[in-house]
Protein backbone atom coordinates (compact mmCIF):
# COMPACT_ATOMS: atom_id res chain seq x y z
CA UNK A 1 0.00 0.00 0.00
CA UNK A 2 1.31 3.49 -0.86
CA UNK A 3 1.20 5.63 2.23
CA UNK A 4 -0.66 5.18 5.97
CA UNK A 5 -3.67 2.42 5.55
CA UNK A 6 -7.24 3.05 7.07
CA UNK A 7 -5.75 2.53 10.67
CA UNK A 8 -3.64 5.71 10.02
CA UNK A 9 -5.74 8.12 9.03
CA UNK A 10 -9.23 6.82 9.45
CA UNK A 11 -9.91 6.78 5.47
CA UNK A 12 -10.59 3.97 3.17
CA UNK A 13 -8.62 4.33 -0.39
CA UNK A 14 -10.60 5.97 -3.10
CA UNK A 15 -12.83 7.45 0.00
CA UNK A 16 -13.37 11.13 -0.74
CA UNK A 17 -11.01 13.31 0.86
CA UNK A 18 -8.25 10.95 -0.21
CA UNK A 19 -5.72 12.24 -2.49
CA UNK A 20 -3.73 9.61 -3.13
CA UNK A 21 -2.95 8.44 -6.31
CA UNK A 22 -4.50 5.80 -7.90
CA UNK A 23 -2.91 2.82 -10.06
CA UNK A 24 -4.14 3.42 -13.86
CA UNK A 25 -6.17 0.56 -14.78
CA UNK A 26 -5.03 -2.22 -17.96
CA UNK A 27 -6.66 -1.09 -21.36
CA UNK A 28 -7.85 -4.40 -21.19
CA UNK A 29 -10.43 -3.77 -18.22
CA UNK A 30 -11.03 -0.53 -20.36
CA UNK A 31 -12.39 -2.42 -22.79
CA UNK A 32 -13.93 -4.96 -21.14
CA UNK A 33 -15.83 -2.18 -19.10
CA UNK A 34 -17.26 -0.49 -22.66
CA UNK A 35 -18.14 -3.99 -23.70
CA UNK A 36 -20.11 -4.56 -20.77
CA UNK A 37 -22.17 -1.51 -21.08
CA UNK A 38 -22.95 -2.50 -24.56
CA UNK A 39 -23.91 -5.71 -23.30
CA UNK A 40 -26.21 -4.67 -20.53
CA UNK A 41 -28.39 -3.86 -23.22
CA UNK A 42 -29.89 -6.27 -25.19
CA UNK A 43 -31.21 -5.05 -28.30
CA UNK A 44 -33.79 -2.92 -29.29
CA UNK A 45 -36.85 -2.38 -27.24
CA UNK A 46 -40.22 -3.85 -28.93
CA UNK A 47 -41.37 -0.59 -30.38
CA UNK A 48 -38.09 0.00 -31.73
CA UNK A 49 -38.29 -3.16 -33.21
CA UNK A 50 -41.50 -2.85 -35.33
CA UNK A 51 -40.95 0.64 -35.84
CA UNK A 52 -37.47 -0.08 -37.45
CA UNK A 53 -39.40 -3.05 -39.34
CA UNK A 54 -41.68 -0.67 -40.26
CA UNK A 55 -39.62 1.38 -41.86
CA UNK A 56 -37.72 -1.52 -43.77
CA UNK A 57 -41.29 -3.20 -45.50
CA UNK A 58 -41.01 0.79 -46.61
CA UNK A 59 -37.88 1.49 -47.92
CA UNK A 60 -38.12 -2.03 -49.43
CA UNK A 61 -41.75 -1.10 -50.88
CA UNK A 62 -40.71 2.64 -52.57
CA UNK A 63 -37.67 0.45 -53.71
CA UNK A 64 -40.24 -1.73 -55.71
CA UNK A 65 -42.53 0.71 -56.65
CA UNK A 66 -39.21 2.42 -57.85
CA UNK A 67 -37.52 0.17 -60.19
CA UNK A 68 -40.98 -1.00 -61.50
CA UNK A 69 -41.42 2.71 -62.95
CA UNK A 70 -38.39 2.49 -64.90
CA UNK A 71 -39.14 -1.11 -66.23
CA UNK A 72 -39.63 0.50 -70.26
CA UNK A 73 -42.71 -0.69 -71.82
CA UNK A 74 -42.84 -4.42 -73.72
CA UNK A 75 -43.60 -3.42 -77.73
CA UNK A 76 -46.18 -5.30 -78.75
CA UNK A 77 -45.17 -5.50 -82.04
CA UNK A 78 -41.56 -6.54 -81.03
CA UNK A 79 -43.39 -9.01 -78.74
CA UNK A 80 -45.70 -10.52 -81.74
CA UNK A 81 -42.54 -11.09 -83.64
CA UNK A 82 -40.88 -12.94 -81.14
CA UNK A 83 -43.49 -14.80 -80.11
CA UNK A 84 -43.54 -16.29 -83.93
CA UNK A 85 -40.16 -17.20 -83.28
CA UNK A 86 -40.96 -20.00 -80.70
CA UNK A 87 -42.37 -22.53 -83.14
CA UNK A 88 -39.40 -22.81 -85.10
CA UNK A 89 -37.33 -23.50 -82.20
CA UNK A 90 -39.34 -26.46 -81.00
CA UNK A 91 -40.29 -29.60 -82.42
CA UNK A 92 -42.84 -29.47 -84.79
CA UNK A 93 -46.11 -30.78 -83.51
CA UNK A 94 -45.82 -28.90 -79.81
CA UNK A 95 -48.06 -26.89 -78.03
CA UNK A 96 -47.20 -24.08 -75.99
CA UNK A 97 -48.36 -22.22 -72.97
CA UNK A 98 -47.06 -18.67 -73.38
CA UNK A 99 -46.36 -16.27 -70.09
CA UNK A 100 -46.94 -12.49 -70.56
CA UNK A 101 -43.89 -10.94 -72.87
CA UNK A 102 -41.49 -8.85 -70.44
CA UNK A 103 -38.49 -6.10 -71.33
CA UNK A 104 -35.05 -8.11 -71.80
CA UNK A 105 -32.02 -6.97 -70.61
CA UNK A 106 -31.33 -4.53 -72.98
CA UNK A 107 -33.98 -1.24 -73.99
CA UNK A 108 -34.34 -2.95 -76.98
CA UNK A 109 -35.34 -6.74 -76.40
CA UNK A 110 -38.20 -8.83 -75.02
CA UNK A 111 -38.11 -12.01 -73.13
CA UNK A 112 -41.15 -14.63 -73.26
CA UNK A 113 -40.94 -17.43 -70.91
CA UNK A 114 -43.18 -20.32 -71.91
CA UNK A 115 -43.63 -24.21 -71.87
CA UNK A 116 -43.76 -26.69 -74.69
CA UNK A 117 -45.56 -29.57 -74.78
CA UNK A 118 -44.34 -32.12 -77.13
CA UNK A 119 -47.00 -34.81 -78.96
CA UNK A 120 -45.45 -37.68 -76.51
CA UNK A 121 -46.13 -35.45 -73.43
CA UNK A 122 -43.30 -34.10 -72.17
CA UNK A 123 -43.32 -30.75 -70.97
CA UNK A 124 -40.45 -28.29 -71.17
CA UNK A 125 -39.90 -24.75 -69.37
CA UNK A 126 -38.02 -22.61 -72.00
CA UNK A 127 -37.20 -18.97 -72.49
CA UNK A 128 -36.44 -16.91 -75.47
CA UNK A 129 -35.23 -13.42 -75.67
CA UNK A 130 -35.86 -11.16 -79.01
CA UNK A 131 -33.45 -7.85 -79.81
CA UNK A 132 -35.26 -5.92 -82.11
CA UNK A 133 -34.92 -2.88 -84.34
CA UNK A 134 -37.56 -0.45 -83.80
CA UNK A 135 -38.39 2.88 -86.57
CA UNK A 136 -39.01 5.73 -84.43
CA UNK A 137 -42.40 5.72 -84.37
CA UNK A 138 -42.12 2.19 -83.56
CA UNK A 139 -44.13 0.80 -86.41
CA UNK A 140 -42.33 -1.51 -88.12
CA UNK A 141 -39.87 -3.67 -86.03
CA UNK A 142 -36.40 -6.13 -87.14
CA UNK A 143 -35.24 -8.93 -85.28
CA UNK A 144 -31.70 -8.43 -84.77
CA UNK A 145 -31.31 -11.08 -82.78
CA UNK A 146 -32.76 -14.48 -80.95
CA UNK A 147 -31.07 -16.34 -77.63
CA UNK A 148 -32.71 -19.22 -75.79
CA UNK A 149 -31.85 -20.49 -72.64
CA UNK A 150 -29.17 -22.32 -73.78
CA UNK A 151 -27.67 -18.66 -75.23
CA UNK A 152 -27.53 -16.95 -78.29
CA UNK A 153 -28.55 -18.32 -81.67
CA UNK A 154 -25.31 -18.71 -84.13
CA UNK A 155 -24.80 -16.05 -86.64
CA UNK A 156 -26.10 -18.22 -89.46
CA UNK A 157 -28.67 -20.26 -87.34
CA UNK A 158 -30.49 -16.34 -86.63
CA UNK A 159 -29.72 -15.69 -90.37
CA UNK A 160 -32.01 -18.62 -91.85
CA UNK A 161 -34.67 -18.47 -89.32
CA UNK A 162 -34.93 -15.21 -90.54
CA UNK A 163 -35.09 -15.56 -93.93
CA UNK A 164 -36.46 -18.59 -94.89
CA UNK A 165 -38.64 -18.72 -91.73
CA UNK A 166 -39.92 -15.04 -90.61
CA UNK A 167 -39.66 -13.49 -94.05
CA UNK A 168 -40.73 -15.79 -96.14
CA UNK A 169 -42.98 -15.67 -99.21
CA UNK A 170 -46.20 -17.39 -97.97
CA UNK A 171 -46.46 -14.76 -95.51
CA UNK A 172 -46.00 -14.31 -91.84
CA UNK A 173 -45.91 -17.39 -89.50
CA UNK A 174 -48.55 -17.56 -87.32
CA UNK A 175 -48.42 -16.23 -83.47
CA UNK A 176 -48.64 -19.14 -80.74
CA UNK A 177 -50.56 -16.82 -78.57
CA UNK A 178 -53.28 -16.54 -81.31
CA UNK A 179 -53.49 -20.70 -80.50
CA UNK A 180 -53.38 -20.30 -76.81
CA UNK A 181 -56.92 -18.09 -76.85
CA UNK A 182 -59.34 -18.81 -74.00
CA UNK A 183 -62.17 -21.28 -75.73
CA UNK A 184 -65.69 -19.70 -74.46
CA UNK A 185 -67.35 -21.67 -71.60
CA UNK A 186 -70.53 -23.88 -73.01
CA UNK A 187 -73.10 -23.60 -70.67
CA UNK A 188 -75.02 -27.02 -69.29
CA UNK A 189 -78.48 -28.32 -71.16
CA UNK A 190 -80.79 -27.01 -68.93
CA UNK A 191 -78.91 -23.33 -67.96
Do not use: H
Not at 34 to 62: D, K, N, P, W
Not at 69 to 97: E, K, M, W, Y
Not at 163 to 185: I, M, T
Amino acid sequence: MNGPGPAANGKMDGAPGDRREKPARPASDVVATAAGARAGRRGLSRAEGFSAIGVGVCLGLAGVGAWWGLQPAVNDRAARLCRTVIPALNPADAVFSLAEPRPGASRSSVRIAYTAQTPDGRLRSREVSCRYAASKDGAQVRLTGVATERGPLAEANFYFLRRFYLEASDGPPPDPAAAQAVAPRQQAPGQ
